[in-house]
């Protein structure tokens, strides 16, 4: 979750929605995401809503506590039931994210999927999620997780090299991530992620097909890979203005890309979005395929955003804020937006054209059409695709989505 809110017009104390946010839901997918806001120590490029120990002492007290975080995700679960009244649809995605979801006991996590379970009903075949830190966790966690209904889990790798992991300021162990693949299996987990990070300052080619090897030779069937985006405010960001470490360029960052997908193809894994790779259909990362096909979530957790039917709001930041409104009955929403009818088509342009499905044309103004046909031209957009009337990037569109994007919402 980011650490600056937008703005946004006050949620309502009961976090009522108009009515137009429920017209037709029961034709659109249900899924909830988790947001366990606590991390052990901070990473240098990491801009999320995050809180260390250190940084909570004083600051909220018991309400911040990590010990009663689960009983306090609960409580706006049952809020997310009470908005959403009789709505019928069974949760067909839950995503724990972070932070770090598993400093929480493995209990917790259980514990809030279970309030899922109770107030709304899962899918048959739901696809139940938890991020990772590879030193948090080990069989007996990852047992427990499994017996308690997760069934898909996300390790943070980043990267095999040592160097790299300290510039990110990683504290697990080359190694750590790829046993814990192994220990996830052997929990009877079915999908497993790994995710990687390319283009850290001091980072090599080599370096670079090396995590990507390592990854692989892992066994996961999803991989994600992100080019490092170096965020004001960070660590890392003071690190690069005083000269400590260099910026990586973008021509390092497209490299970098050619490589993950040239490597990750042979080993049998496909891109299905810009970030991301999987072995087959079922390997992929269904829970973030809704975010990016405009389904309904409630985010629930300090700093979580949600959207349903076109309305789209963020709660408090502050962990202790959070419990605390809840603890009085309020929601803990921040602030909220309505979407027009055009911001729908704008975000449904920007999020499907990075999917391997495409983007239909019929989604694209006059100018985006006229655009839509220079990046055919220039070779950014798969012919056989455009002629059954969608937008697919080729290989170098991927390189230059944000571009072709921009090009066409005009």
Not at 26 to 33: C, K, M, N, S, T
Not at 347 to 356: D, T
Request: aromatic share 8%.
């Amino acid at each position: 979750m980011p650490s600056v809110l937008p703005d946004g017009v006050p949620v309502p104390d009961d976090g009522s929605l108009p009515a137009s946010a429920l017209d037709g839901a029961a034709e659109r997918p249900l899924a909830f995401y988790l947001h366990v806001p606590y991390c052990a120590t901070r990473c240098g490029y990491c801009d999320f809503n995050t809180y260390t120990a250190t940084e909570l002492r004083g600051s909220g007290g018991v309400l911040a506590s990590r010990d009663h975080y689960a009983a306090t995700v609960a409580e706006e679960i049952r809020l997310a039931r009470k908005v959403l009244g009789d709505d019928p649809r069974p949760v067909r995605t839950v995503f724990v994210g972070g932070g770090t979801p598993t400093l929480l006991a493995a209990a917790d996590l259980v514990a809030m999927l279970d309030t899922v379970r109770t107030e709304f009903g899962l899918a048959d075949g739901a696809e139940i999620t938890t991020e990772a830190n590879p030193e948090s966790v080990g069989p007996e966690y990852l047992a427990e997780l499994r017996e308690g209904g997760f069934n898909r889990i996300s390790f943070g790798m980043q990267s095999a090299r040592q160097h790299v992991l300290k510039v990110l300021d990683r504290s697990h162990t080359p190694g750590r991530p790829e046993a814990c693949v192994a220990e996830a299996r052997a929990a009877g987990f079915a999908h497993v992620n790994l995710d990687l990070i390319y283009g850290t300052p001091g980072e090599s080619d080599d370096d670079w097909r090396a995590s990507l090897e390592a990854a692989v030779g892992a066994g996961p069937d999803h991989v994600s890979a992100y080019a490092l985006i170096v965020e004001e405010g960070t660590q890392l960001a003071r690190r690069i203005r005083r000269g400590e470490v260099p910026m990586t360029d973008d021509d390092v960052h497209a490299d970098r890309y050619l490589i993950a997908d040239e490597l990750l193809a042979a080993a049998g894994f496909s891109w299905y979005e810009v970030s991301n790779w999987a072995t087959d259909d079922a390997a992929r990362c269904h829970h973030n395929e809704l975010y990016w096909r405009g389904a309904d979530w409630w985010g629930a957790g300090p700093g979580a955003h949600s959207h349903v039917g076109g309305v789209r709001w963020w709660n408090v930041k502050h962990p202790a804020a959070y419990a605390s409104a809840l603890a009085e009955g309020r929601s803990p929403g921040a602030g909220r937006e309505l979407l027009t009818p055009d911001d729908r088509r704008v975000e449904r342009v920007l999020l499907e054209l990075r999917l391997r499905d495409g983007a239909p044309l019929t989604l694209l103004r006059p100018a985006g059409l006229r655009a839509a046909e220079r990046s055919l031209a220039d070779g950014l957009l798969e012919p056989g695709a455009y002629e059954q009337g969608l937008a697919v990037l080729t290989l170098r569109g991927r390189l230059l989505a944000d571009g072709v994007v921009r090009d066409l919402v005009d």
